[in-house]
C-alpha cells in the first residue's frame, strides 16, 4: 500500500464566538499544512448543533478543497444542550421554558442566529441541518488504500447501520487499510473520568465485532483527549485512536491527530493547534 496521511479532527464546539472562530480558522491552517490525503472529522463540531454554528465550521473545511472529507455529527451537533462545553447534559425534564428554548434555540435570547423569519425546513431538524451541510450521518470513503466506514452513536449505535458498515468492511479488499469512525468512544482513555455515555453503546461487542472485521484503526472524539490503544483479540491488531478537541480547558492546548499509514507502520501524532508541533502517540509496524 503507497504511503497514506490523514488529519483526524474532533470537537471544534463552536459556538461563533471570535475566540473559537480564530482557534478553528488556525487548526484548519495547521491541518492542511500536514498534506492530508483524507480529512476525518469525528463530531461536535458546534456547541449546539445551530445553523450559524455549522455554517462557520462548514466554511472551515470548505478550505481543504479537493481533498475528501468524512464528516461526523457528535451528540451536540444533533441534541441540544444547556451545559458548558464538553458538558453536554440532559435536557431540564422540570422547566418548560427552557425545554422549549433548547427545542427552538433561535427563539433564544443573545443568539447569533435569531431569526425574524421562520427558520427554513431545511434548519427545522437537527439531522437535516447537519446533513444539508455536511453529508449523510452514515458515511464512507473508499479508494485503492483505504475502506473507511463513519457512522452516528448519538442518541445511540443503530443495529441495522452496523450491519451496513460491517457489510462494507468485509467486501473492503485484501490489504486495504479498514477504518472504522464514530464519535463516542470505545474504550476510556487517561485523564478523562468517564460520564454516562461517554462510551457507545456494546462498546465491547462492538470491539470484538470490529476486530473480527479485521479493523486496523478506529478514530473517534468525545473524550477531549489525544490518545491510541493497541488492542487484540489474540488474531488481529487494531488501534483505537482519539482526537483532542479544539476547546482549551486550561490544561491542555487544542490539538488534532495526524496518522501517517505506510511502508509497514502506522504512526499517530498528535498536533498542538498552538505550535503545530507533533507528540508521537502511537507507532506500529504491523500494518501495512
Ligand atoms: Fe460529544
Not at 444542550?81 to 464538553?86: D, L, R, T
Amino acid at each position: 500500500m503507497s504511503s497514506l496521511r490523514i488529519v483526524h479532527l474532533s470537537d471544534f464546539h463552536c459556538d461563533g464566538s471570535p475566540e473559537l472562530r480564530a482557534a478553528l480558522a488556525r487548526l484548519v491552517d495547521r491541518a492542511i499544512d500536514c498534506g492530508p490525503d483524507l480529512v476525518v472529522v469525528t463530531g461536535d463540531l458546534s456547541a449546539d448543533g445551530r445553523p450559524g454554528e455549522l455554517d462557520i465550521v462548514a466554511a472551515e473545511l470548505e478550505r481543504f478543497g479537493s481533498v475528501p472529507r468524512v464528516v461526523l455529527p457528535g451528540n451536540r451537533d444533533l441534541v441540544p444542550s444547556v451545559g458548558p462545553p464538553g458538558e453536554a447534559r440532559p435536557l431540564p425534564a422540570d422547566s418548560d421554558l427552557d425545554y422549549f428554548l433548547a427545542l427552538e434555540p433561535a427563539l433564544g435570547f443573545g443568539f447569533d442566529d435569531v431569526a425574524t423569519d421562520p427558520p427554513a425546513a431545511i434548519d427545522a431538524d437537527p439531522e437535516t441541518r447537519f446533513s444539508s451541510r455536511f453529508g449523510r450521518l452514515e458515511t464512507r470513503h473508499a479508494d485503492p488504500r483505504v475502506q473507511l466506514v463513519a457512522v452516528n452513536s448519538t442518541p445511540r449505535l443503530r443495529p441495522a447501520e452496523l450491519e451496513r458498515a460491517a457489510r462494507r468492511l468485509r467486501r473492503a479488499p485484501e490489504g486495504v487499510l479498514r477504518i472504522f469512525a464514530l464519535h463516542h468512544g470505545l474504550l476510556p482513555v487517561p485523564g478523562r473520568k468517564l460520564r454516562d455515555g461517554d462510551l457507545a453503546n456494546r462498546a465491547g461487542d462492538l470491539l470484538a465485532l470490529l476486530l473480527e472485521l479485521k479493523v486496523d484503526l478506529v478514530l473517534h472524539g468525545h473524550v477531549h483527549r489525544a490518545h491510541a490503544w493497541l488492542v487484540s483479540d489474540g488474531h488481529h491488531e487494531m488501534v483505537v485512536a482519539s482526537a483532542g478537541a479544539l476547546v482549551n480547558d486550561g490544561r491542555r492546548d487544542a490539538s488534532f491527530n495526524e496518522i501517517l499509514v505506510g511502508g509497514g507502520r502506522l504512526e499517530v501524532r498528535r498536533r498542538s493547534v498552538a505550535t503545530g508541533e507533533p507528540s508521537l502517540l502511537f507507532q506500529t509496524t504491523r500494518p501495512g
